[in-house]
């Protein structure tokens, strides 16, 4: 996992390595960068502090930063084949991805945006003195803002950055794109008329176009086989990824879920969990500490860590403590972010006869055990189990992680009688779609159950003080 300077640092590295950047051409100022990527001024001083140390730049006091090192056009080629071909597998698998992942996103984003956010966007487009990498970024900032969600923009960044800002960082592709019509001019405009149905056909039309080229890049200008281990596409869950109990806690939460650790049980002792885990005895207690808050567990002196029930846990779950109100906002985030792509993705799932046979015994199973609460993690993995897409198949394997935040608000809907009650007309709407093989009822049903999810979850952790969580709803 690298840190935000890192990642800086990699995309001005490889535009110096393309040729964006020649021998003796000045960088962009380091308060621009800071501003267009929304990352703080030290953030980018450790960039290019790194891009200084390994000769890639110069600095000169009052001037600016300026490229140090000359490449010959062969060497530029060689580092273009090289960069790309380690990466196409992820870059392709991303592309594939981006329609049942962010198309939704991107809509509903623009949908959203203020007049403030489509001028400032418009604005953005009749600037021809910024890079088109850089003009994408603050893209990024202006439409997904709107959705008021940090791990959704932390996704979005990490995936530009990792595909379309270095391919838009070669020349050619540049004027490829700049020479054409500006598909996001005609997004504002029906973003103005209140036109959403204009809106969604420009922005498949644009997802498309982008997939088109970027085939085309891969089979045409990129023709060498990696020359080493490929690259794959990471997306950190996590603001910093030391963040080492944050990962402990999920793994124990996940063992919470599956019954490996029922309610009454004792977890082992700390040392052993350490040792389990591969983790120093300071971080498994920060992480018993975390998790006692969250009122999942309750450490008892002289006894051990017992595990609390449904009810025990929402009771004890500290809700003023700063770490559980962050870690709740995770959960809302990453319902937020499956609500608006899971039909898409379902859709691509169901094409496989053993997800929808996996399906209809999860749903069996529910009704047999009366936990109909696990309707919604039982029908969410089958993406993860079964979609061909890898990228995808990451995404909601981690958006799934941070659902368990939400271990304590399994009792939101009430009594064990309420809980079913609330869950039973969904499961049967879900088993219906299955057996009449009606995809898109199925896939529709499964959206609407986490929309209503997101909702009430989002309107209950308001009332218990954590602020923006009502901002989340998508509506």
């Not at 950055?161 to 838009?168: C, R, S, T, V």
Request: aromatic residues 12%.
């Amino acid at each position: 996992m690298m840190e935000l300077h890192q990642i800086i640092y990699g995309l001005l590295a490889s535009q110096i390595e393309f040729g964006t950047y020649r021998y003796k051409d000045p960088l962009p100022k380091m308060e621009e960068v800071s501003q267009w990527f929304s990352v703080s001024l030290d953030t980018v001083k450790a960039a290019y502090r790194q891009l200084k140390e390994n000769g890639y730049i110069i600095s000169v006091r009052k001037a600016g930063a300026f490229v140090a090192v000359r490449f010959q056009d062969e060497e530029l080629e060689r580092n273009i084949q090289k960069y790309f071909s380690l990466r196409k597998n992820a870059v392709m698998d991303l592309c594939h991805a981006f329609v049942p992942l962010f198309s939704y996103i991107q809509w509903y984003g623009l949908k959203n945006a203020g007049p403030e956010q489509l001028d400032e966007l418009e604005h953005l487009c009749t600037r021809s003195n910024i890079l088109r990498p850089y003009v994408l970024a603050q893209h990024i900032r202006l439409i997904y803002g709107s959705l008021n969600n940090d791990l959704l923009l932390r996704l979005i960044w990490q995936a530009y950055l990792f595909f379309q800002a270095p391919f838009f960082s070669l020349p050619s592709n540049l004027v490829a794109f700049e020479d054409s019509d500006n598909p996001l001019l005609n997004m504002i405009r029906h973003c103005r008329q209140n036109d959403w149905d204009g809106l969604w056909k420009t922005v498949a039309a644009c997802q498309e176009r982008i997939a088109s080229a970027t085939r085309w890049f891969y089979e045409n200008r990129v023709t060498i086989d990696p020359p080493g281990e490929p690259v794959p596409f990471d997306w950190n869950i996590f603001q910093s990824p030391s963040q080492r109990c944050y990962s402990i806690a999920i793994n124990l939460l996940k063992g919470f879920r599956l019954g490996i650790f029922t309610p009454e049980d004792f977890l082992p002792a700390p040392a052993e969990i350490a040792e389990h885990m591969k983790a120093s005895a300071i971080t498994v207690r920060r992480t018993l500490t975390m998790l006692n808050q969250l009122g999942v567990i309750q450490s008892i002196n002289g006894v051990g860590t017992k595990v609390l029930n449904m009810e025990e846990s929402m009771k004890n779950c500290d809700f003023t403590q700063p770490v559980i109100q962050r870690r709740m906002l995770d959960f809302v985030q990453s319902l937020q972010i499956l609500a608006m792509t899971c039909e898409a993705c379902a859709k691509i799932v169901i094409k496989d006869a053993h997800a929808v046979g996996e399906w209809k015994d999860r749903l069996a199973y529910i009704k047999e055990n009366g936990r109909f609460e696990s309707v919604i993690f039982a029908s969410l993995e089958i993406i993860p189990l079964y979609s061909p897409n890898q990228v995808i198949r990451e995404i909601y394997e981690k958006l799934l992680q941070l659902l368990l935040w939400g271990y304590p608000l399994r009792s939101m809907h009430g009594s064990r009688a309420d809980i079913n009650s609330y869950y039973l007309p969904h499961i049967n709407s879900l088993q219906e779609s299955l057996e009449r093989s009606d995809w898109d009822s199925l896939a529709a049903e499964l959206e609407n159950l986490l929309i209503y999810e997101l909702r009430f979850a989002a309107a209950r952790l308001e009332e218990l003080g954590i602020k923006g969580a009502t901002s989340l709803i998508v509506r």
